[in-house]
């Protein structure tokens, strides 16, 4: 997303900066010593928060950190922090590195390059699912364990545990920071794409909860695959993936209303879309394009493409839009399922999409999951099937979801 | 307008637990109430014990600080303007230390 200055800082400059420098850091102090350089990085901002209130800001504040934590390491080494004998080699490096930073013009691409084989690492196939997302928050997005915990809605603990699970797991599959080798790439790469998907995911598909930290996920992997994007690695999926976080995010504004209400979109004010990430994502969309592979994240960034187009005066391309749904209904899922039934309602009418939703009904947990009810509701209500619409909406109210979703249900339900 | 010191001691535990976003915030708030009109100047103490000087039989000498790593520490200091000491404290209290468990001491200079 694009940096903005909204205070005297770049907005969530430490935080960028502390994923930067934890990574340049850790390569040079190897993948062992990543607690070590966690905690460089926390001692010099800590030493930011105490000084410049009273001195001001220094001219280069980005410098500034990056000197202190990197000082901060030194001693960490000189005090013993690590085994003995690998003391004077990690005081040469972070030495000779010091000389280096940051007045070298290079400096700039080296910590790209830095950061790029840290998300690497951090979503290694070697480290569980869940704990690559919570990994790349914590040493990539500069995000504390109380804020990840708040944006996957789980407690400090669980959080915490699942880090400490994933720097073992880093340890004991002696993983590196070297980018794959060309044959190990395709893995890796839809790896680490996965893993942004899921973070992006996570906090766009909030179900429960209005904290901004989940927008800040949205945001986070954005910046994530915008990185990939512009690095070496990039193929067109990397594009697709970028647009569809992007083109996504940039309706969320608009998702509800003042109330807090959920507004549909084509009864979303458009003024409220981002344009600069529309743009972005539309510029990602383009270079998508190349290459023969029609991957998940294209059809996806198709799809999101088709509803940022949406301009209030044409009607929205359902046509298209059923057609690319069904390029994803062979993945199987329910939630693919359920919003292309939705599209088969516009062009097919909505018996056939209630049809359609029928072979859902067998799915284990279905009938737990609100957004299924929801739309069988809403396609029951259009059939004038009213009491059957009631009985769904009332049991989609006794299901895990956001209130602005419980608000929408209600207003079903007195339409029934 | 008198001028009034406010000494601001610190809880060293208090800001390790903030998250990088946390800090940015809290400087910048802390900015915000340096750049107020009424500052007249802003210092922060280097992290250290400090020396402290007394003589004992006529004889001078320096020990190390009262501070520990455990206790409050002294951090830094404003001097301020303000009409009186209700205005001083009222200023006072608007400070983010405050919010992030540190105190503040506020003293007058003494005016000849």
New interface residues.
């Given amino acids: 997303m694009p940096s903005v200055q909204t205070g005297l800082l770049l907005e969530h400059l430490f935080r960028r900066q502390a994923g930067r420098i934890t990574a340049h850091l850790t390569r040079l102090l190897g993948p062992a010593q990543l607690d070590l350089a966690e905690e460089a990085v926390q001692e010099a901002m800590v030493r930011a928060m105490e000084t410049w209130p009273y001195q001001g800001v220094p001219d280069n504040p980005i410098a500034w950190l990056f000197r202190v934590a990197h000082n901060a390491a030194i001693d960490a080494v000189r005090r013993g922090r690590v085994a003995a004998e690998k003391q004077a080699p990690l005081l040469a490096e972070l030495v000779r590195a010091s000389v280096r930073a940051p007045d070298d013009p290079g400096i700039e691409d080296q910590l790209r390059d830095d950061e790029l084989r840290m998300i690497f690492m951090c979503c290694h196939p070697a480290i569980p699912h869940e704990a690559r997302i919570a990994l790349s928050l914590k040493t990539v997005g500069g995000f504390s364990v109380r804020e990840i915990a708040r944006a996957f809605l789980a407690d400090d603990r669980a959080i915490a545990q699942r880090l400490v699970r994933a720097k073992r797991q880093i340890l004991e599959s002696r993983l590196s920071l070297a980018m794959p080798a060309t044959c190990e790439l395709p893995e890796r790469l839809d790896s680490v794409m996965e893993t942004i998907y899921f973070m992006f995911n996570e906090g766009y598909a909030a179900h429960e909860g209005q904290d901004l930290v989940r927008q800040d996920l949205c945001c986070e992997a954005l910046r994530l695959a915008r990185l990939l994007a512009a690095s070496s690695v990039a193929a067109p999926k990397v594009h697709a993936l970028t647009a569809l976080i992007a083109l996504n995010t940039a309706r969320v504004p608009a998702r509800t209303d003042e109330a807090g209400d959920l507004v549909l979109l084509e009864d979303q004010d458009r003024s409220r879309w981002d344009q600069k990430l529309i743009a972005l994502g539309f510029h990602h969309f383009d270079l998508s394009i190349s290459g023969d592979e029609v991957s998940q994240y294209h059809v996806q960034a198709a799809l999101a493409a088709t509803y940022a187009r949406y301009d209030g005066l044409h009607a929205i391309d359902w046509n298209l839009i059923l057609e690319l749904f069904d390029q994803l209904a062979s993945t199987g899922s329910p939630v693919v399922l359920l919003n292309r039934a939705v599209a088969v309602e516009r062009v097919h009418g909505p018996e056939r999409a209630l049809e359609e939703i029928e072979r859902l009904s067998e799915a284990p947990k279905i009938h737990r999951y609100y957004l299924y009810l929801a739309v069988r509701g809403h396609l029951l209500l259009k059939l004038e099937r009213r009491a059957e619409a009631a009985a769904c909406f009332r049991q989609a109210l006794e299901c895990p979801c956001s209130e602005p979703e419980r608000r929408f249900l209600r207003r079903k339900l007195a339409e029934c | 307008m008198s001028q009034f010191m406010l000494l601001l001691y ?1 809880n060293p535990a208090g ?2 637990n ?7 915030k ?3 708030k ?5 750049k107020k009109p009424f500052t007249v100047d ?3 103490l280097a ?1 250290d014990p400090g020396r402290v000087l007394r003589s004992n039989n006529g004889k001078p000498r320096a020990a190390d600080g009262p501070y520990s790593e455990t206790k409050e520490i002294l ?2 200091f ?1 001097l301020i303007e303000a009409a009186n000491y209700d205005e001083a404290v009222k200023l006072a209290m608007e400070h983010p230390h405050l919010e992030y468990g540190g105190t503040i001491e506020v003293r007058e200079l003494y005016r000849m």
Avoid: V
Wanted: aromatic share 12%.
């Fill in positions: 610190q800001m390790q903030l998250s990088p976003e946390e800090m940015q809290a400087i910048e802390y900015m915000a109430w340096t802003a210092k922060r992290p951090g830094g404003y």
